[in-house]
């Protein structure tokens, strides 16, 4: 299994890619993956001093990344069957912690970003689709591939957000339900929300 450590350090070189997506109904998931992508690179390629500045990173994510994210569904999917054993205010509390472990690693990962290419995969999707793939394959500067998969649900508003991110096959939020649910068993929920804000500080 790869490790969250391990996991990260190949998801940043996709996070140029990653799935902030513009607020219109009327834009495909990947069309709007891309014209993000495209912003957020062009951002760091034009910005060379970001990639050395933990403030501006958090800012860049926070504000182009992070509303774009089902953060509490991904909290629910991490902890699949514990999710039903926290309280309302629990649930809360994980995915406000989740989505600052998140935002933070994406911070550090993304310092480590080079020119990297990214190629498109079609879109197999029909009109009556709410929750379709992405398909990417960020392409490095030492000419290997890593394929990069969007889990992307369609909002109420009729918004596409992200609740789920697979690197080479590998789910970040699988890969962490088995440290979420070891905690969990032995500790319990609140020692969860505890372990995640210590990771936080």
């Known amino acids: 299994m790869v490790s969250i450590r ?3 350090v190949q998801v940043s070189v996709a996070l140029a ?3 902030a997506l513009a607020a219109s109904a009327q834009v495909a998931p990947d069309a709007q993956v891309k014209a993000v992508a495209t ?3 062009t951002v760091l390629k034009n910005d060379a001093g970001i990639l050395n500045n933990q403030a501006k990173l958090r800012e860049l994510i926070e504000s182009k990344l992070a509303p774009n994210f089902n953060f509490a569904r991904m909290t629910q999917l991490a902890m699949g069957r514990n999710w039903s054993k926290a309280s309302p205010e629990q649930q809360a509390a994980l995915s406000k912690e989740f989505k600052t472990l998140l935002v933070r690693t994406y911070s550090a990962s993304l310092s480590n970003f080079k020119n990297n ?5 079609p879109l197999r999707m029909q009109p009556s689709d709410t929750d379709v793939t992405v398909k990417t394959v960020v392409q490095q ?3 290997q591939g890593i394929p990069i998969d969007y889990s992307m ?14 690197v080479a096959g590998v789910s970040l939020v699988t890969n962490y339900r088995e ?4 905690v969990i068993g032995n ?8 372990q995640l804000q210590s990771k936080n500080k």
């Open 187 to 194: 500790q319990g929920v609140d020692a969860l929300i505890k």
């Open 117 to 121: 290419t990214i190629d498109y995969r």
């Open 6 to 8: 391990q996991w990260w």
């Open 179 to 182: 440290e979420f649910n070891n």
């Open 39 to 41: 912003e957020v690179t």
């Open 17 to 19: 890619a990653s799935v």
């Open 141 to 143: 500067t030492n000419g």
């Open 153 to 166: 649900e369609k909002a109420a508003d009729g918004s596409w957000k992200a609740y789920d991110v697979a």
